[in-house]
């Protein structure tokens, strides 16, 4: 009779400690695991394009794809007239290049790419004052990949997961000796 009076108190106080901990790992998990997914969506590019089909095996350099105009802005991202330089007919066997030329080419559209990288609209970037670092230095390293990286949309603000944080332009501005007054970046 008393052991067992005993045992439950004691089961009593112990209660409120284990509440905590499942609450305490619970949060963990949730925050670790759980928020990201909450947070992010997932999306795929438009058209499967693999950079290592076209830089590696058909050797073609950077800048056809990606260049500056004259005046020095970034062309960025190649339109579907320039990929159909190649793709004016479906050449080779894979579905997805098909899928290009039906549905772009043939139909005069333009891919809506997914930019890993791009900025809220206050933010000032330009590329030729960066033009001395690597892509990568910024950039996912998309160069070498045969599927484009998953694209992870912040349900919030609408931006990409790998658009770069004020903190980081800054901490290499810094390193290199280049100005951090805010109207540089917003204009
Ligand atoms: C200099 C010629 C050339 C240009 C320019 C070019 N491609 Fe290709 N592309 C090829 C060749 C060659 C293949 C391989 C075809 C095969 O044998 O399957 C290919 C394959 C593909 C494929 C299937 C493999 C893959 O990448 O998943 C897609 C999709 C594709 N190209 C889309 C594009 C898009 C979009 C552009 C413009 C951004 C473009 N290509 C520009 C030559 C070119
Ligand atoms: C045939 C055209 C083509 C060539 C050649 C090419 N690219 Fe691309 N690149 C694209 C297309 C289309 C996209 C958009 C889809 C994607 O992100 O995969 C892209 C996206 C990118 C991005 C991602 C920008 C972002 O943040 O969303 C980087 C970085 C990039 N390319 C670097 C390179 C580098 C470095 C090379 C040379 C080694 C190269 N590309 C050669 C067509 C090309
Ligand atoms: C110092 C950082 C940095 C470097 C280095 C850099 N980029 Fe970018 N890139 C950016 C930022 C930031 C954006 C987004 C600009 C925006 O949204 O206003 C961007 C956007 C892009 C885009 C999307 C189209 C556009 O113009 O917005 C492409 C394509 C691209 N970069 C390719 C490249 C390639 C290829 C290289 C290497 C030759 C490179 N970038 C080097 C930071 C960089
Ligand atoms: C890898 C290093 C590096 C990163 C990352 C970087 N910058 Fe820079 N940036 C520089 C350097 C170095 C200069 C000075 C270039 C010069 O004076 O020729 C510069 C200059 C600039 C300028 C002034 C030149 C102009 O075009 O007016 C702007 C604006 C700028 N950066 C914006 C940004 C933004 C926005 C980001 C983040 C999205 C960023 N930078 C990330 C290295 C970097
Ligand atoms: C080297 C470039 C750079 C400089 C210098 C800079 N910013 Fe930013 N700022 C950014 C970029 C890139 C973003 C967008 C990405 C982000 O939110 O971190 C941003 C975002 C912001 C935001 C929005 C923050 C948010 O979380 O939505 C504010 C506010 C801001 N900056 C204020 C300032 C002020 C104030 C200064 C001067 C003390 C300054 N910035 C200097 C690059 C810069």
Redesign the pocket.
């Known amino acids: 009779m008393e052991g067992k009076k005993v045992a439950k108190t004691k089961s009593c106080a112990v209660l409120p400690f284990v509440t905590f901990i499942v609450g305490f790992v619970g949060a963990l998990v949730l925050g670790w695991w759980g928020f990201p997914k909450v947070l992010y969506s997932e999306k795929a ?1 438009p058209i499967r ?1 693999s ?1 290592k089909i ?2 590696e095996d058909q050797g ?3 800048e ?3 260049s500056f105009r004259e005046d020095g802005s970034y062309a960025g ?2 339109t579907t007239e320039q ?1 159909a330089e190649c793709h004016s007919e479906v050449m080779g066997e894979d579905p997805e290049e098909q899928k290009f030329v039906e549905e772009y080419v043939n139909q005069n559209r333009e ?1 809506g ?6 900025q809220p609209d206050n933010v000032y970037f330009s590329h030729i004052a960066h033009q001395d670092f690597e ?2 230095e910024c ?2 390293d ?2 070498d990949t045969d599927t ?1 990286p998953v694209f992870y949309e912040n349900k919030l603000s609408g931006y990409s997961k ?1 658009t770069m944080k004020m903190w980081q332009c800054e901490r290499c501005h810094a390193q290199n000796g280049a100005s951090n007054a805010c109207y540089i970046c917003h204009k």
């Open positions: 590019q394009f950079h076209h830089v073609m350099d950077c056809q794809c990606h991202l190649p990929c891919v790419w997914l930019v890993y990288q791009k892509c990568s950039h996912l998309v160069a484009p790998n």
